[in-house]
């Protein structure tokens, strides 16, 4: 199985899956994201997150606890946003759960607030959702639904196209992989 995790950390159980998600980058005000490539119900494990503890947050990290933050700079740290997001994280397991059916080719979302005291680096969010909260910045400091505002940075259509750009580039690679072997 090829890993999202680099070798120095140990292999641990329900890691993502290199068929199942993708990491890249996304637009200029996002930066990079998770890309999941296959279809997930909700309730379901999408993967079990790993990391290295520390006890001061990174801009990486997720909140593990009072003072315990697990930094990934590889993978789920790069998870980005959303006031309504399709993923939940349970810190107790480091399980990341589908909140709701996910379609291949959607991108990877959490809420910052529901695992942060307080953010690394608060940030005006652009998620679309109508429960947009506008500035996230942590649990501490969780701001109400601001009704009515949808300031969308990622088009409707961005996702599909990157998601497109991937699975050619795979099928790519897997072609020359197949003409290397014949040959
Ligand atoms: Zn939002």
């Known amino acids: 199985m090829k890993r999202l995790y680099p070798d120095h950390l140990p292999v641990i159980p329900d890691e993502p899956c290199w068929e199942d998600f993708c990491v890249l980058d996304v637009d200029d005000k996002r930066g990079q994201g998770v890309l999941v490539l296959r279809d997930f119900s909700q309730g379901s494990v999408l993967f079990r997150m790993n990391g290295t503890l520390k006890t001061e947050m990174t ?29 939940w994280l349970d810190t107790e397991t480091r399980l990341f759960i589908a909140t709701r059916n996910i379609a291949a080719g959607e991108l990877l979302t959490m809420d910052y607030d529901e695992t942060e005291d307080v953010l690394f680096r608060s940030f005006r969010c652009c998620c679309g959702s109508s429960r947009c909260r506008g500035t996230i910045g942590g649990r501490l400091v969780r701001q109400p639904v601001r009704r009515g505002r949808r300031r969308q940075s990622v088009s409707a259509e961005l996702p599909a196209k990157l998601y497109a750009t991937v699975m050619a580039e795979r099928q790519n690679f897997a072609d020359q992989l197949a003409t290397a072997t014949a040959s």
């Open 59 to 87: 801009l990486h990290s997720l909140q593990m606890g009072p003072g315990l933050h697990l930094d990934d700079p590889y993978f789920a740290g790069k998870v980005l946003h959303s006031c309504e997001p399709n993923s």
